[in-house]
């Protein structure tokens, strides 16, 4: 039993598979134009596999950074949250100066 389907030819191209009533006579490949040029350059393979992997240290460096920063703002807004807390806690006017003159002193909430 033959599949009419597509399949994968390796050239990251997607090509139908023979037709049904065919016996595996080959398709009329249907690959872009622009993958039929002929290139006389010989691709440097080294020097390609290089910029990729530094384009990928490049992209994992972005995201660690990233993450770090969506992190450490997290971090700033619960310590925000508390310190907003423990001056809303004050009784009186000489209470919050007190509270805000202690958070500038230590930088601790207590």
């Known amino acids: 039993m033959r599949i009419s389907g597509p399949f994968y030819e390796g050239d990251s191209i997607l090509r139908?598979?023979?037709?049904?009533?065919?016996?595996?006579?080959?398709?009329?490949?249907?690959?872009?134009?622009l993958l039929h040029r002929n290139t006389t350059a010989e691709v440097d393979r080294?020097?390609?596999?290089?910029?990729?992997?530094?384009?990928?240290?490049?992209?994992?460096?972005?995201?660690?950074?990233?993450a770090g920063e969506v992190i450490d703002g997290w971090?700033?807004?619960?310590r925000q949250r508390e310190r907003d807390a423990y001056l809303a806690k004050s009784v009186d006017l000489?209470?919050?100066?007190?509270r805000i003159h202690s958070l500038e002193r230590t930088?601790?909430?207590?």
């Open 16 to 33: 139908p598979g023979p037709t049904a009533g065919s016996a595996g006579s080959p398709v009329a490949d249907q690959a872009p134009e």
């Open 46 to 66: 080294f020097a390609l596999e290089q910029r990729a992997r530094q384009l990928r240290s490049e992209y994992v460096a972005r995201l660690f950074r990233r």
């Open 75 to 78: 971090f700033e807004r619960s």
């Open 94 to 98: 000489a209470d919050l100066e007190r």
């Open 107 to 110: 930088g601790f909430v207590g």
